[in-house]
C-alpha cells in the first residue's frame, strides 16, 4: 500500500458508532407518522447506507418518505452528538496517516451538515481535505461520481487512492470508481459476510490498516 497517495473513509460503521442515535431517530419518525413498527438496533444497522430517503420508501411508503426524513433529522439534531461515539483506533488512524502526508477524506451517505459536525466533536476535521455527503450535490453511493470528481480535484489515478468502508455499498462504490476498497468489519457486517463481496483488503480493525502503510 505504499503506492497509495490518499485513504478516503466512510463514516457510519468505519470511523464512529452512531447507531444508538440513528435507531432513535428512525423510531421518533415512525412513532410521529403513527406507525408501530420500531426497529431494533440491529435492523437500523441493515439499513444504514444506502441512503435515508431510500431507506423510509419501505418503510412508510415512497410519497411520504419525505416528510420521514424531515421527522428523522428533527431528531437527530437533537441526539446525534451525546448518542454517537468514536470507534476505537479512529483517531489514531487519521493523525497518523495524515502525519504520513496522505490526502484524506471522508464520503458518506449521511446528511453532509451531520457528518461535519460529528468530525468536528471529534476534533478530525483538520486532518481531511474534504466530508462529502448527502445533499453536497452527489448522488449518494454506490454511484461513483462523487469518487470521480476527487480523483479529478487532487490529481490522482484510481490506484493511488484507498477507500476504507464497513459495507457491501461501499465495496460496489469502489468497484464502479475503480479506486481499491479495504472493508473494515467494524460496523453492519462481519468479517465473513463482507468477503463475500470481494474487498481488495479485509482487515478487522482501522488499527490493521496502520500496519499496511509502514
Known amino acids: 500500500m505504499k503506492n497509495f497517495k490518499a485513504v478516503f473513509f466512510d463514516l457510519d460503521g468505519t470511523l464512529v458508532d452512531s447507531f444508538k442515535a440513528i435507531q432513535t431517530s428512525y423510531n ?10 420500531k426497529l431494533s438496533l440491529e ?18 411508503g415512497e410519497p411520504q418518505a419525505d ?9 437527530y439534531q ?6 454517537t461515539f468514536l470507534l476505537p483506533f479512529a483517531f489514531h488512524a487519521i493523525t497518523t496517516l495524515a502525519q504520513k502526508k496522505m490526502t484524506l477524506g471522508v464520503i458518506s451517505n449521511k446528511y453532509g451538515d451531520f ?8 476534533k478530525l476535521t ?29 490529481n490522482l489515478l484510481p490506484e493511488e487512492m484507498l477507500y476504507v468502508g464497513d459495507g457491501p455499498v461501499d465495496i460496489e462504490f469502489c468497484r464502479a470508481s475503480g479506486v481499491p476498497v479495504c472493508g473494515v468489519a467494524t460496523g453492519n457486517y462481519s468479517r465473513s459476510e463482507l468477503a463475500k463481496y470481494g474487498p481488495d483488503r479485509l482487515i478487522d480493525s482501522l488499527n490493521e490498516l496502520l500496519a499496511d502503510f509502514k
Not at 457528518?115 to 471529534?122: C, D, N, V
Open 28 to 37: 421518533f419518525a415512525l412513532t410521529r407518522m403513527e406507525r408501530e413498527q
Open 67 to 75: 416528510r420521514a426524513v424531515t421527522l428523522f433529522r428533527t431528531k
Open 126 to 154: 483538520p486532518y481531511l481535505s474534504t466530508v462529502i455527503g448527502d445533499g453536497d450535490g452527489f448522488p449518494l453511493k454506490p454511484e461513483p461520481a462523487v469518487m470521480k470528481d476527487l480523483i479529478s480535484k487532487f
Open 115 to 122: 457528518a461535519r459536525a460529528i468530525l468536528t466533536e471529534f
Open 43 to 60: 435492523e437500523v444497522k441493515r439499513i444504514v447506507g444506502g441512503g435515508l430517503r431510500e431507506s423510509f420508501f419501505d418503510l412508510v
Open 78 to 83: 437533537e441526539v446525534f452528538l451525546k448518542e
